[in-house]
């Protein structure tokens, strides 16, 4: 079946430090990748998305590239804020089985420090 | 404008009782889902309902009944609560299931978190 697996928080950083949170996936066939935020007391948001290989998903200086070689998703940030601080959650959805649900990562929280 | 919203944002109750969680999305989507985060923040899909009709449900107890009155509406019904019921609950919808679509972004609730005592 699909599974995601992602890097165990939390993540510690300073401010403006460079931050990855690693993600690799387990799926049949070529499913679309995601990464959602949640700041505390807030539901899921999506940060962004990557439908095929090589494609690079970026917003709000997060990236990340589908890396179909490793079956990897990284999110990276060159440098990161206190507002960042959140957990951070990858998934993926995959296509082929007519099953339209996300299966998600166990999120990874990020605490920025001043 | 609130694309998905959920009701109530809180929930404490007894075990035993019976409870109602309501969403709603006013994006216009075919389908709408419920997830379960766990105290640990792990989600998992539990329902999944395309134009009224129920296209996923997992392995979860026959007490959580999901109704889809409509297919702006996805409404998750509770009875008999126990104290492993406690969670919060995340409602979801997205444009369609439609096989040809290359992926179908999922707009999520703000959540209801559920406290069983």
């Known amino acids: 079946g699909n599974s995601v697996t992602q890097m165990e928080g939390p993540v510690t950083l300073s401010e403006e430090a460079f931050l990855t949170i690693n993600c690799t996936y387990t799926?049949?066939?070529?499913?679309?990748l995601f990464w959602y935020v949640q700041y505390p007391g807030e539901g899921l948001q999506l940060l962004l998305k990557?439908?095929?290989?090589?494609d690079k998903g970026s917003n709000k200086g997060f990236e990340a590239t589908y890396r179909k070689e490793t079956t990897s998703f990284h999110l990276e940030k060159g440098s990161v804020q206190v507002s960042d601080s959140a957990v951070y959650f990858c998934a993926l959805l995959h296509m082929d089985t007519g099953r339209r649900a996300l299966t998600f990562g166990s999120g990874t929280r990020l605490q920025v420090q001043p | 404008d609130t694309a998905v919203s959920q009701t109530p944002k809180y929930l404490v109750t007894q075990m035993g009782n019976d409870k109602s969680i309501k969403c709603e999305q006013n994006?216009?989507?075919?389908?709408m889902y419920w997830y379960k985060q766990d105290s640990k923040k792990f989600l998992k899909i539990m329902f999944s309902?395309?134009?009224?009709?129920?296209?996923i449900n997992e392995t979860v107890p026959n007490r959580f009944s999901p109704k889809s009155p409509d297919k702006a509406h996805l409404n998750l019904h509770i009875n008999s609560l126990e104290l492993g019921d406690s969670a919060v609950y995340f409602c979801?919808?997205?444009?369609?299931?439609?096989?040809?679509?290359?992926?179908?972004?999922?707009?999520f609730g703000p959540g209801t978190r559920l406290t069983v005592l």
């Open positions: 979801a919808s997205s444009p369609t299931t439609d096989y040809e679509a290359p992926y179908n972004e999922q707009f």
């Open positions: 799926a049949t066939g070529y499913p679309s």
């Open positions: 309902y395309n134009n009224k009709e129920l296209i």
């Open positions: 990557a439908t095929k290989a090589d």
């Open positions: 994006l216009g989507h075919d389908t």
